[in-house]
Each structure stands twice: as structure tokens, then as C-alpha cells.
């Protein structure tokens, strides 16, 4: 439901990278934040950020506009608002450096395409704008 409301609305995405993944692969057990704070772990973030850092920049010189990021709550990576992750934490320090501030939300744990939160997609409503 998330994407078809962006979709629905004429915005365009840019999926970041999964840091978790890149680093353990796709059978790594779950692991805390504290687990993942580690030397290498914020290497790896820092150089995937570089990226993300030249694609928000030139899209803002050409005119686009960067509705917002959209995190995963308590993600030991993507958390955004309440305990920001790692990746994010890297991201939004970057964005901080360069006078830019980008809108956030959080996609709240308790959050399933099947029973959605109505409060969280009054939420999503708001952040895209949506009337």
C-alpha cells in the first residue's frame, strides 16, 4: 500500500541500498545496532552514502524536489526517528554537512500491507502531500 501511494501520486522512488545485506548477505541472523557499530560496518555505510549524496544533489540542481526519506522503525540500520540506525545516522550527518534537511518517516514495526495502520497512512498521506 505504501508504494502504490507514491506510485498513485506521480513520485518517483530511489531505493537505498541495504547495508545489512551487502555486509552479512541475505542469511545473516538479526542483529542489534550495537552489533552492526563496528569500524567496517560504518566504512561500508560512509561509501554507499557517497553515492545517494551525488544522486540527491544532482536531482536538487536540476530542479527536482526530495519529498522525504522513509525509514524502517527500530531497523539497526534504517531506523529514522525514535532510534536512528546506523545507515541513517551516516546519511542524515552527510545531508547535515551539506545544509540540506530532508523530510522523514518512519514505517512503524506493527505496519502490514493486510491490516494497515490507518493512523501510519493518514501519516504517508501527509508526508507525500496527498490531499
Given at each position: 500500500m505504501v508504494i502504490e501511494?507514491?506510485?498513485r501520486s506521480n513520485i518517483g522512488i530511489i531505493q537505498l541500498p541495504c547495508p545489512e545485506f551487502l555486509f552479512l548477505g541475505e542469511n545473516r541472523l538479526p542483529k542489534t545496532k550495537e552489533e552492526y557499530d563496528n569500524r567496517d560496518y560504518r566504512i561500508l555505510?560512509?561509501?554507499?552514502?557517497?553515492?545517494?549524496?551525488?544522486?540527491?544533489?544532482?536531482y536538487m540542481k536540476?530542479?527536482?524536489k526530495i519529498i522525504g526519506i522513509i525509514g524502517i522503525e527500530e531497523s539497526p540500520s534504517c531506523g529514522l526517528v525514535k532510534n536512528q540506525g546506523?545507515?541513517?545516522?551516516?546519511?542524515?550527518?552527510s545531508l547535515d554537512n551539506l545544509n540540506i534537511n530532508i523530510p522523514k518517516?518512519?514505517?512503524p514495526t506493527s505496519?502490514?500491507?493486510?491490516?494497515a495502520n490507518e493512523?501510519?497512512?493518514?501519516?504517508?498521506?501527509?508526508?507525500?502531500?496527498?490531499k
Open positions: 501511494k507514491i506510485i555505510c560512509e561509501n554507499l552514502i557517497r553515492n545517494i549524496q551525488k544522486q540527491i544533489i544532482e536540476n530542479g527536482y546506523i545507515f541513517m545516522e551516516v546519511l542524515l550527518a518517516l518512519e514505517i505496519y502490514h500491507e493486510e491490516r493512523f501510519f497512512l493518514s501519516n504517508l498521506d501527509k508526508f507525500l502531500n496527498i
